[in-house]
């Protein structure tokens, strides 16, 4: 599914895609058939903190702005080591991230977009109604418990994905294309162009204000109920908003803000 999410949005801009191929050239080169294709990055979870972020004795740059521009998955996020993770806080924030030397202070530019996966237990099947491994209160805790809150935090969508019945996965049921799925992302791009100048994850507070100030009163009960911060509220204004589009609504209704909020949730919570 990760793998698919590239080809669901649209193509670079000639300026983004200059600017790719200027990173990856100081590293590896890409194929020029790729020039426009966003990329798409999946280190493996014994990656140091230099492969994924970049430096060395002469700096290069790493996973994270190798997928400027494009997808970076990270797989058994919790078997990552936690000060690898750590570092990437700042640049998910700022879309950038600084390298400072003796001899020199480098930035390279780091604006993915985040993709991880991992299983709710060591083993895999807590909440599997016919493997459950009860692992709720113990195992399950220490292993959620890697990933730290203020990582979490910057995670926008939190999804369960269970097991697919095998009658499902070898049935004759046809899914939705991926073009037709590109088509809906890219017809809301052109709205998001058209409306502001850029995308939905690039809003300021000052243009998210005049829409939380329009479910204010129930916004307030939400936070308080869920202990939600800013950084959060805001967050989920932007995911909010991207619903409405996808929804060719042109105000933030109250149902795309409880759908936006529904997926800021903890991983414990499951």
């Not at 016919?130 to 805790?141: F, I, L, N, P, V």
Request: proline share 7%; with cysteine; glycine share 6%.
């Amino acid at each position: 599914l990760a793998s698919r999410l590239p080809g669901l949005m649209p193509p670079m801009r000639t300026a983004q895609a200059l600017e790719v191929a200027a990173i990856h050239s100081l590293k590896q080169p890409r194929n020029s058939r790729l020039f426009y294709q966003r990329p798409y990055r999946a280190p493996h979870h014994t990656s140091s903190a230099t492969a994924l972020v970049g430096g060395g004795s002469y700096p290069r740059p790493g996973e994270i702005s190798l997928a400027h521009h494009g997808i970076l998955f990270l797989d058994e996020l919790p078997e990552f080591d936690r000060k690898v993770l750590e570092v990437m806080r700042e640049p998910l924030e700022t879309g950038e991230v600084s390298i400072a030397r003796a001899a020199q202070q480098l930035t390279f530019p780091a604006r993915f977009q985040l993709v991880a996966a991992m299983n709710p237990c060591p083993c895999g099947y807590l909440g599997d109604p016919e493997k459950s491994c009860g692992y709720r209160c113990e195992k399950a805790k220490r292993y959620q418990g890697k990933l730290s809150g203020p990582l979490l935090d910057r995670i926008d969508l939190h999804l369960d994905v269970p097991a697919v019945e095998a009658k499902e996965l070898l049935g004759d049921k046809e899914g939705e294309t991926s073009e037709a799925i590109a088509q809906r992302v890219r017809h809301a791009w052109k709205q998001q162009w058209h409306r502001q100048q850029r995308l939905n994850r690039e809003l300021g507070s000052d243009k998210l204000e005049p829409m939380l100030r329009r479910h204010r009163d129930w916004l307030a009960g939400v936070m308080s109920r869920l202990g939600l911060s800013a950084r959060s509220l805001h967050r989920s204004a932007r995911v909010a908003r991207t619903i409405a589009d996808l929804d060719n609504s042109p105000e933030v209704e109250r149902d795309h803000l409880r759908e936006a909020l529904s997926y800021r949730q903890n991983v414990q919570q499951g």
